[in-house]
């Protein structure tokens, strides 16, 4: 159980450094050209990575056609918002939005995939799940306040983003015992690829590779990224996922602190209250 509180705590931090690096890799090159060579370096990073500690069952590969598909449509959700949300918009806000996709992945969890968490964890799980919400709550406030007009797209992104996320992590718990715990990453993001690139060329965005200056965030993106996946799938071997989704949600007040201390950004103290909660759960569950 521990390993598994230790991986989600490790997709956390490798999330908040990927949400600097698609903040700025969408920001040098645009957020859909940023988002293909991010994901085609993810995979291929991926999939040298699954060669070296995977196990995979290839006779499960047969049965899997129905959960690709909803794990190709759900990252695309995902990553179009994610992506654009952070081109866009604040990282103070739309992170801790965006964050809300562990309500969503945990109920589906315990839900869909009737998993079961003991009475404290639970506590410490709904601590995390009520900081985020209050995180998002305000800062939609704080923004609605600052546009002073309807909400602006890359809010509306935000959320997107949450509830493609939200269906993402659990689906691709469903993938891993025939791809691999890393595999199963890599083959979420040729299915989005395949999925998007035709919509991409049909609206004639400029895919072209990065220029030499642009690589580094976008590199840095796909790593943290895929890095953020691993800890999740690997960390589902030792705790339920319903378990693990909230540690992982802890980049956003991870994000809310670089934003503190880096950016100089100023949030509302509801949001930063929020952010405690989100860390208090964190120990709750940890004891």
Not at 119 to 142: I, N
């Amino acid at each position: 159980m521990f390993a598994g509180v230790l991986m989600g705590l490790g997709a956390s931090a490798c999330w908040a450094l990927a949400n600097v690096a698609v903040a700025r890799a969408g920001r040098a090159v645009g957020s859909v050209r940023a988002l293909l060579w991010a994901q085609l370096s993810g995979a291929v990073m991926a999939a040298l990575a699954s060669v070296a500690i995977d196990d995979r069952n290839l006779a499960l590969w047969s049965s899997l056609g129905g959960w690709l598909a909803v794990a190709g449509v759900s990252a695309l959700l995902a990553y179009v918002c994610l992506f654009y949300a952070f081109e866009h918009g604040k990282l103070t806000i739309a992170v801790p939005i965006m964050s809300s996709w562990a309500v969503i992945a945990a109920a589906l969890s315990i839900g869909v995939f009737h998993e079961r968490l003991a009475g404290a964890q639970v506590a410490g799980a709904a601590a995390v799940v009520a900081g985020a919400l209050v995180v998002s709550r305000f800062a939609q406030r704080e923004v609605s306040r600052a546009v002073g007009g309807p909400r602006p797209r890359w809010l509306l992104a935000s959320v997107g983003g949450a509830i493609g996320f939200g269906v993402l992590i659990p689906v691709i718990a469903r993938l891993t015992p025939a791809f691999g715990s890393v595999g199963a990453i890599g083959v979420v993001y040729v299915a989005d690829i395949v999925l998007g690139l035709p919509f991409a060329l049909f609206l004639r965005i400029d895919l072209r590779p990065p220029a030499r200056a642009a690589w580094l965030p976008v590199l840095a993106a796909g790593f943290f990224e895929t890095a953020g996946f691993a800890c999740i799938t690997v960390g589902a071997r030792f705790a339920p996922l319903a378990l693990i989704s909230p540690f992982a949600s802890l980049a956003s007040a991870l994000t809310v602190l670089y934003a503190w201390t880096i950016l100089r950004e100023r949030p509302a103290r509801a949001v930063l209250i929020g952010a405690a909660l989100v860390c208090a759960g964190v120990v709750i569950l940890a004891l």
